[in-house]
């Protein structure tokens, strides 16, 4: 009995090694730290370059990427690069809408909306880039209906749910972009 004790107690006692050993495995909450210079504190963000033929849609993810670093906490963001700690840049290179759902009527009912472009983040007082990634890809979908029943969809109503749909898309690009160059992925 005094055996199978002792055998128990070495059990417990390497399982509990074990557990205390590998405490500190490296999960941790996306969105705690950051990896950049701790006296960046000002992030200027002029507007972004728009290269589409979609109207606004710079100011609309502008206004949502300095919306996103200030909701940070850690940032003042201004919106130029003068006076600023460090400086992103980013151009709109492409805005892509490709039907992928169709009515009975084969009409188009549900559309893909991709975005792509460039982003640089430099620090403005080295001029050395932080983080830069040429070729950032988004994808959202969206439903295009009348409202009336009617299969067919006016030209007003493609509009307001287009800028609708890029405003939501705009909000999932400028999380994903600020988490990019505060987490470094």
């Known amino acids: 009995m005094k055996k199978k004790v002792a055998v128990s107690l070495s059990l417990c006692g390497l399982w509990l ?3 205390l050993a590998t405490a500190g495995c490296g999960y ?11 006296d960046i504190r ?3 963000i002029p507007p972004l370059m728009n290269r589409t033929t979609f109207f606004d849609v710079e100011q609309i993810l502008t206004e949502k990427i300095r919306n996103e670093f200030i909701g940070r906490g850690k940032y003042r963001v201004a919106p130029e690069a003068a006076g600023a ?7 709109i290179t492409s805005i892509t ?3 992928v759902a169709f009515t009975t ?3 188009a009912s549900r559309y893909q909306f991709v975005l792509t472009m460039k982003v640089d983040f430099t620090d403005n007082r080295v001029n050395k880039s932080l983080w ?3 070729s950032l890809s988004f994808t959202g979908e969206y439903d295009l209906t009348s409202g ?3 299969p067919t969809i006016n030209a007003a109503t493609f509009v307001d749910q287009q800028r609708s749909s890029f405003d939501r898309i705009a909000t999932d690009v400028a999380r994903t972009v600020v988490t990019a160059i505060v987490e470094a992925f």
């Open 148 to 150: 009336t029943g009617d």
């Open 42 to 44: 000002v992030v200027g």
């Open 97 to 99: 809408l490709s039907p």
């Open 132 to 134: 830069a990634n040429d």
């Open 105 to 107: 009527a084969q009409l």
């Open 17 to 19: 090694w074990l557990s």
């Open 85 to 91: 700690d460090a400086v992103l840049n980013a151009e």
């Open 28 to 38: 941790a909450l996306a969105g705690r730290g950051s990896f950049l210079p701790t």
